[in-house]
């Protein structure tokens, strides 16, 4: 990772990133979102870490499993909301 530091208008810092990831953010349930802090701060990884290793392997399941690792999925989550 490259950091630069530019000063902004002579008053206070902007830290730009340059990497080679892109953003991506969506809404999670605050159970959801405390459980991945808990994690990360075991695992001494930041969330985003967190999420990236959790998002890789499920990827990585679907890829192998293809529409019935989803479907299971969806099931496991309509049972628990029951």
């Not at 902007?14 to 999670?28: E, G, I, P």
């Not at 802090?37 to 930041?46: D, F």
């Not at 890789?56 to 999925?73: M, T």
């Amino acid at each position: 990772m490259i950091f630069l530091v530019v000063l902004a208008f002579g008053r206070g810092y902007s830290l730009d990133v340059a990497t080679n990831k892109n953003f991506l953010a969506f809404r999670v349930s605050p159970d959801l979102r405390s459980e991945i802090i808990e994690i990360a701060e075991s695992e001494a990884r930041s969330i985003s870490q967190i999420c990236e290793l959790l998002l890789s392997e499920g990827v990585e399941v679907y890829r192998k499993e293809g529409p019935r690792f989803i479907q299971r999925l969806v099931a496991k989550q309509k049972s628990r909301a029951k």
